[in-house]
Protein backbone atom coordinates (compact mmCIF):
# COMPACT_ATOMS: atom_id res chain seq x y z
CA UNK A 1 0.00 0.00 0.00
CA UNK A 2 1.39 3.67 -1.24
CA UNK A 3 0.91 5.85 0.69
CA UNK A 4 1.28 10.04 -1.27
CA UNK A 5 2.36 12.80 0.43
CA UNK A 6 2.43 15.80 -1.62
CA UNK A 7 3.99 19.02 0.29
CA UNK A 8 4.34 22.67 -0.79
CA UNK A 9 6.70 25.30 0.41
CA UNK A 10 5.55 28.77 1.63
CA UNK A 11 1.66 28.58 1.48
CA UNK A 12 -0.86 30.06 3.39
CA UNK A 13 -4.11 30.37 2.71
CA UNK A 14 -5.00 33.36 5.03
CA UNK A 15 -4.29 36.63 3.83
CA UNK A 16 -7.20 37.88 1.36
CA UNK A 17 -5.19 38.41 -1.95
CA UNK A 18 -6.83 38.75 -5.20
CA UNK A 19 -4.03 37.21 -6.52
CA UNK A 20 -4.72 34.24 -4.73
CA UNK A 21 -7.95 33.41 -6.23
CA UNK A 22 -6.46 30.39 -8.64
CA UNK A 23 -5.26 28.90 -5.32
CA UNK A 24 -8.35 29.09 -3.42
CA UNK A 25 -10.50 27.80 -6.57
CA UNK A 26 -7.51 24.26 -6.40
CA UNK A 27 -7.94 24.31 -2.48
CA UNK A 28 -11.35 24.41 -2.83
CA UNK A 29 -11.52 21.57 -5.58
CA UNK A 30 -9.36 19.50 -3.08
CA UNK A 31 -11.78 20.50 -0.49
CA UNK A 32 -14.52 18.54 -2.41
CA UNK A 33 -12.47 15.28 -2.06
CA UNK A 34 -10.71 15.67 1.03
CA UNK A 35 -11.34 16.35 4.70
CA UNK A 36 -9.69 20.10 5.25
CA UNK A 37 -7.64 20.79 8.33
CA UNK A 38 -8.81 24.30 8.77
CA UNK A 39 -5.93 24.86 11.84
CA UNK A 40 -2.91 22.66 10.56
CA UNK A 41 0.00 24.23 12.56
CA UNK A 42 3.19 24.00 11.80
CA UNK A 43 5.45 22.73 15.13
CA UNK A 44 8.40 23.38 13.41
CA UNK A 45 8.99 24.97 9.67
CA UNK A 46 10.97 23.35 7.00
CA UNK A 47 13.81 26.00 6.61
CA UNK A 48 16.61 24.22 7.40
CA UNK A 49 15.49 20.25 7.29
CA UNK A 50 12.69 19.38 5.12
CA UNK A 51 11.57 16.04 7.55
CA UNK A 52 11.95 18.49 10.70
CA UNK A 53 8.20 19.75 10.00
CA UNK A 54 6.50 16.30 9.64
CA UNK A 55 8.46 14.23 12.90
CA UNK A 56 11.12 14.14 15.19
CA UNK A 57 14.70 12.57 14.16
CA UNK A 58 14.00 9.59 16.50
CA UNK A 59 10.66 9.29 14.35
CA UNK A 60 12.29 9.25 11.09
CA UNK A 61 14.82 6.96 12.64
CA UNK A 62 12.40 4.44 13.63
CA UNK A 63 10.82 4.65 9.95
CA UNK A 64 13.69 4.03 7.94
CA UNK A 65 15.42 1.24 10.24
CA UNK A 66 11.76 -0.52 9.13
CA UNK A 67 11.42 -2.05 5.58
CA UNK A 68 9.46 1.03 4.30
CA UNK A 69 10.73 2.49 2.03
CA UNK A 70 10.36 6.42 0.69
CA UNK A 71 11.15 7.83 -2.25
CA UNK A 72 11.61 11.73 -2.53
CA UNK A 73 10.62 13.96 -5.72
CA UNK A 74 11.77 17.39 -5.59
CA UNK A 75 10.18 19.67 -8.10
CA UNK A 76 11.86 23.10 -8.37
CA UNK A 77 12.33 26.33 -10.31
CA UNK A 78 15.98 26.42 -10.15
CA UNK A 79 18.27 23.56 -10.28
CA UNK A 80 19.92 25.23 -7.58
CA UNK A 81 17.33 24.31 -4.37
CA UNK A 82 18.32 22.41 -2.54
CA UNK A 83 16.79 20.44 0.43
CA UNK A 84 18.23 18.54 3.52
CA UNK A 85 17.54 15.03 3.51
CA UNK A 86 19.11 11.87 5.00
CA UNK A 87 20.61 9.37 2.77
CA UNK A 88 18.05 6.88 3.37
CA UNK A 89 15.65 8.87 0.96
CA UNK A 90 16.57 8.46 -2.72
CA UNK A 91 15.72 12.09 -4.12
CA UNK A 92 14.38 12.26 -7.85
CA UNK A 93 15.01 16.16 -8.51
CA UNK A 94 13.30 18.34 -11.88
CA UNK A 95 13.56 21.67 -12.25
CA UNK A 96 10.54 22.99 -14.44
CA UNK A 97 9.83 27.15 -14.84
CA UNK A 98 5.66 27.44 -15.79
CA UNK A 99 2.70 26.44 -13.72
CA UNK A 100 1.59 23.71 -16.80
CA UNK A 101 5.22 22.55 -16.89
CA UNK A 102 4.83 21.93 -12.50
CA UNK A 103 1.50 20.55 -12.65
CA UNK A 104 3.13 17.34 -15.56
CA UNK A 105 5.93 16.95 -13.01
CA UNK A 106 3.81 16.14 -10.42
CA UNK A 107 2.07 13.47 -12.18
CA UNK A 108 5.15 12.03 -13.88
CA UNK A 109 6.58 11.66 -10.88
CA UNK A 110 3.38 9.77 -9.03
CA UNK A 111 3.63 7.87 -12.50
CA UNK A 112 7.22 7.22 -12.92
CA UNK A 113 8.45 5.27 -10.07
CA UNK A 114 8.94 1.52 -10.25
CA UNK A 115 10.19 0.79 -6.96
CA UNK A 116 6.81 0.52 -5.37
CA UNK A 117 7.51 2.61 -1.79
CA UNK A 118 5.55 2.61 0.63
CA UNK A 119 5.70 6.35 0.68
CA UNK A 120 5.77 8.38 -2.21
CA UNK A 121 6.44 11.84 -1.61
CA UNK A 122 6.62 14.99 -3.74
CA UNK A 123 7.61 18.23 -2.73
CA UNK A 124 7.47 22.00 -4.54
CA UNK A 125 9.84 24.35 -3.78
CA UNK A 126 9.14 27.91 -3.48
CA UNK A 127 10.96 31.21 -3.85
CA UNK A 128 12.07 33.34 -0.94
CA UNK A 129 8.90 35.76 -1.95
CA UNK A 130 6.78 32.34 -1.14
CA UNK A 131 4.87 30.28 -3.64
CA UNK A 132 3.73 31.77 -6.26
CA UNK A 133 0.20 31.74 -6.94
CA UNK A 134 0.12 30.12 -10.42
CA UNK A 135 2.87 27.41 -9.07
CA UNK A 136 0.92 26.85 -5.82
CA UNK A 137 -2.20 26.18 -8.09
CA UNK A 138 -0.93 23.97 -10.18
CA UNK A 139 0.41 21.65 -7.57
CA UNK A 140 -2.77 21.72 -5.54
CA UNK A 141 -4.24 20.81 -9.08
CA UNK A 142 -1.76 17.93 -9.74
CA UNK A 143 -3.13 16.51 -6.28
CA UNK A 144 -6.62 16.42 -7.16
CA UNK A 145 -5.48 14.70 -10.44
CA UNK A 146 -3.64 12.10 -8.55
CA UNK A 147 -6.90 11.30 -6.59
CA UNK A 148 -8.77 11.43 -9.55
CA UNK A 149 -6.67 8.30 -10.93
CA UNK A 150 -6.08 6.49 -7.62
CA UNK A 151 -9.36 6.72 -6.05
CA UNK A 152 -8.31 3.81 -3.82
CA UNK A 153 -4.99 5.65 -1.96
CA UNK A 154 -4.83 7.73 0.42
CA UNK A 155 -3.11 10.85 -0.13
CA UNK A 156 -1.83 14.09 2.15
CA UNK A 157 -1.31 17.09 0.77
CA UNK A 158 0.39 19.91 3.21
CA UNK A 159 2.34 23.34 3.41
CA UNK A 160 5.63 22.57 5.30
CA UNK A 161 5.98 26.35 6.14
CA UNK A 162 4.12 29.72 5.92
CA UNK A 163 4.97 32.62 3.57
CA UNK A 164 7.76 35.09 4.87
CA UNK A 165 6.48 37.70 7.59
CA UNK A 166 5.09 41.03 6.49
CA UNK A 167 6.75 43.34 9.78
CA UNK A 168 4.17 46.19 8.92
CA UNK A 169 1.43 44.20 8.57
CA UNK A 170 0.88 43.08 12.20
CA UNK A 171 2.70 43.99 15.73
CA UNK A 172 2.50 40.34 16.72
CA UNK A 173 5.28 37.86 18.64
CA UNK A 174 4.40 35.04 15.89
CA UNK A 175 2.30 35.55 12.91
CA UNK A 176 -0.45 33.69 12.26
CA UNK A 177 0.47 32.82 8.74
CA UNK A 178 3.91 31.80 9.45
CA UNK A 179 2.62 28.35 11.38
CA UNK A 180 -1.21 28.24 10.11
CA UNK A 181 -1.14 26.04 6.55
CA UNK A 182 -3.13 24.12 4.69
CA UNK A 183 -3.89 20.53 5.33
CA UNK A 184 -5.78 17.60 3.43
CA UNK A 185 -6.64 14.21 3.47
CA UNK A 186 -7.59 11.91 1.29
CA UNK A 187 -8.20 9.00 2.85
CA UNK A 188 -8.69 6.46 -0.26
CA UNK A 189 -12.57 7.27 -0.07
CA UNK A 190 -14.79 9.95 -1.43
CA UNK A 191 -17.42 9.42 1.72
CA UNK A 192 -14.86 11.63 3.59
CA UNK A 193 -14.99 14.56 1.15
CA UNK A 194 -16.11 18.16 2.42
CA UNK A 195 -15.15 17.06 6.05
CA UNK A 196 -13.83 19.98 7.57
CA UNK A 197 -11.55 20.09 11.16
CA UNK A 198 -11.65 23.20 13.12
CA UNK A 199 -10.06 21.43 16.23
CA UNK A 200 -6.10 22.55 16.28
CA UNK A 201 -3.94 19.55 14.57
CA UNK A 202 -0.08 19.66 14.62
CA UNK A 203 2.36 19.19 12.10
CA UNK A 204 4.23 16.21 13.43
CA UNK A 205 1.13 14.54 13.36
CA UNK A 206 1.67 13.78 9.99
CA UNK A 207 4.17 11.32 10.25
CA UNK A 208 2.71 9.63 13.11
CA UNK A 209 -0.51 9.05 10.92
CA UNK A 210 1.59 7.92 8.11
CA UNK A 211 3.31 5.30 10.24
CA UNK A 212 0.31 3.86 11.62
CA UNK A 213 -1.15 3.41 8.60
CA UNK A 214 1.52 2.01 7.07
CA UNK A 215 1.63 -0.01 10.06
CA UNK A 216 -1.95 -1.46 10.58
CA UNK A 217 -3.67 -0.46 7.13
CA UNK A 218 -7.17 -0.65 9.11
CA UNK A 219 -8.40 2.44 9.57
CA UNK A 220 -11.64 3.03 7.33
CA UNK A 221 -12.95 6.03 6.00
CA UNK A 222 -15.86 7.21 7.77
CA UNK A 223 -18.52 9.61 6.81
CA UNK A 224 -18.02 11.84 9.47
CA UNK A 225 -15.11 13.03 11.34
CA UNK A 226 -15.87 14.80 14.80
CA UNK A 227 -13.08 17.61 15.71
CA UNK A 228 -11.86 15.68 18.46
CA UNK A 229 -10.55 12.30 15.85
CA UNK A 230 -7.10 12.69 14.89
CA UNK A 231 -6.07 13.17 11.36
CA UNK A 232 -7.44 9.75 9.30
CA UNK A 233 -10.43 8.72 9.56
CA UNK A 234 -10.39 5.74 12.29
CA UNK A 235 -8.04 6.49 14.37
CA UNK A 236 -8.56 6.25 18.26
CA UNK A 237 -6.37 8.88 19.26
CA UNK A 238 -7.47 12.11 19.57
CA UNK A 239 -4.94 14.86 19.20
CA UNK A 240 -2.84 16.10 21.50
CA UNK A 241 -4.81 18.98 23.82
CA UNK A 242 -1.40 21.15 24.03
CA UNK A 243 1.09 21.85 20.91
CA UNK A 244 4.55 22.97 21.06
CA UNK A 245 5.34 25.62 18.57
CA UNK A 246 8.52 26.83 17.27
CA UNK A 247 9.09 29.17 14.91
CA UNK A 248 12.85 31.04 14.66
CA UNK A 249 13.17 32.79 17.89
CA UNK A 250 9.84 32.40 19.13
CA UNK A 251 8.27 29.09 21.11
CA UNK A 252 4.51 28.71 21.60
CA UNK A 253 2.43 26.61 23.38
CA UNK A 254 -1.02 26.57 21.80
CA UNK A 255 -4.66 25.15 22.95
CA UNK A 256 -7.78 25.02 21.84
CA UNK A 257 -8.65 28.17 23.03
CA UNK A 258 -5.19 29.80 23.73
CA UNK A 259 -1.70 30.74 21.82
CA UNK A 260 0.90 31.62 24.47
CA UNK A 261 4.53 32.81 22.96
CA UNK A 262 7.46 33.52 24.37
CA UNK A 263 10.26 35.47 22.11
CA UNK A 264 14.05 36.46 22.61
CA UNK A 265 15.13 39.27 20.33
CA UNK A 266 18.47 37.97 20.76
CA UNK A 267 20.22 35.31 23.21
CA UNK A 268 21.15 37.28 25.54
CA UNK A 269 17.85 39.78 25.88
CA UNK A 270 15.13 39.32 28.17
CA UNK A 271 12.10 37.17 26.40
CA UNK A 272 9.15 38.78 25.50
CA UNK A 273 5.90 36.76 26.22
CA UNK A 274 1.74 37.15 25.24
CA UNK A 275 -1.31 34.96 25.54
CA UNK A 276 -3.75 35.59 22.51
CA UNK A 277 -6.84 34.12 22.78
CA UNK A 278 -8.02 31.95 20.34
CA UNK A 279 -10.11 31.28 17.50
CA UNK A 280 -10.75 34.75 18.05
CA UNK A 281 -7.74 36.53 17.77
CA UNK A 282 -6.88 35.41 13.93
CA UNK A 283 -3.84 36.79 13.37
CA UNK A 284 -2.06 37.31 17.01
CA UNK A 285 -2.41 40.84 17.32
CA UNK A 286 -4.16 41.34 21.20
CA UNK A 287 -2.31 40.30 23.82
CA UNK A 288 -4.83 39.12 27.00
CA UNK A 289 -2.21 38.23 29.88
CA UNK A 290 -3.79 40.63 32.11
CA UNK A 291 -7.16 39.44 31.38
CA UNK A 292 -6.38 35.49 32.11
CA UNK A 293 -3.06 36.00 34.69
CA UNK A 294 -3.80 32.47 35.44
CA UNK A 295 -3.64 30.86 32.59
CA UNK A 296 -0.66 32.92 31.00
CA UNK A 297 1.23 31.84 34.18
CA UNK A 298 0.51 28.23 33.51
CA UNK A 299 0.71 28.19 30.39
CA UNK A 300 4.18 29.65 30.68
CA UNK A 301 5.31 26.93 33.48
CA UNK A 302 3.78 23.89 30.95
CA UNK A 303 6.18 25.86 27.75
CA UNK A 304 9.48 26.07 30.51
CA UNK A 305 9.23 22.70 31.68
CA UNK A 306 8.80 21.43 28.11
CA UNK A 307 12.01 19.46 26.98
CA UNK A 308 13.74 21.18 23.98
CA UNK A 309 12.87 17.88 21.53
CA UNK A 310 8.84 18.48 20.17
CA UNK A 311 7.24 14.59 20.90
CA UNK A 312 6.60 13.15 17.78
CA UNK A 313 3.85 10.94 19.55
CA UNK A 314 1.90 13.04 21.43
Known sequence: MTIRLVTLERLSLLRDDPRREPVRRAAAELSVSCITFDCHLLQEPADSDLLAPLGSAAAWRRLFDSDRTVVLHVISESAADHVAVPPEVPVHAASVSGPDELKRACEQAAAATNQNPDLLWIHVTAEAGGLRPERAAAALKAASGLINENPDDRMLIASLSGPPPDPGRFDTLLSEECIRVPLWIYPGSRSAGSIRVCHP??????????????????????????????????????????LIIRHGPAVGLRTPDFFFVRKSAAPDDPPRTALYRKPEDVWNTNDVTRGFPTVARQMQDELDASTSEIPIDP
Open 201 to 242: VGSRQILTTIVHHLSTGQAEPSDTLPDAVCLFPGCSDAPPST
